[in-house]
């Protein structure tokens, strides 16, 4: 069995929020997962299909102008931004979480990131719960869903 078919699940945002304050250069990719993306080593851009110098993914890192707000709201906002791939990309779309290096910047301003080390899985009661906490925060937010835009 490959060391990324055994890879730990991160069954809540407490234990991924942990993490994400410990280490830096962490990032959160939706995609079939990594031993797909391990071969891969490159996104493509839908619009044009021009192959990109590493893969999309979020980054995680809480930035200094975050400041003492809670680090779990911060987690749950970068988890929800992407939740809708699943949806409008595929089924099998799953989270996972990587430690890498940014090697430059997608088409939408994303983090391309090279030299991946797949840390673990990303739970769905992870996701379910980041929503439930971005959703009920006092500001109107959504996912980065273009086919919500017109």
């Not at 983090?111 to 925060?137: F, K, Y």
Request: hydrophobic share 35%; glycine share 8%; aromatic share 8%.
């Amino acid at each position: 069995m490959s060391t990324v078919a055994r890879l730990p699940t991160f069954t809540s945002l407490s234990e991924l929020t942990r993490l994400v304050t410990r280490r830096r250069h962490l990032y959160a990719r939706w995609s079939h997962g990594p031993e797909r993306d391990l071969t891969a080593v490159s996104s493509t851009d839908d619009l044009t299909g021009v192959r990109l110098p590493g893969l999309s993914a979020s980054s995680l890192d809480l930035e200094d102008w975050w400041g003492e707000r809670p680090a779990d709201i911060w987690v749950a906002r970068r988890l929800y931004d992407y939740c809708h791939l699943p949806r409008v990309k595929d089924e099998r779309t799953r989270p996972w979480i990587l430690h890498g290096r940014e090697a430059a910047r997608g088409p939408d301003n994303e983090p391309l990131v090279r030299d991946i080390e797949p840390i673990g899985w990303i739970a769905d009661c992870v996701i379910t719960e980041a929503s439930r906490i971005v959703t009920a925060q006092p500001g109107r937010w959504g996912p980065l869903d273009r086919g919500l835009a017109g």
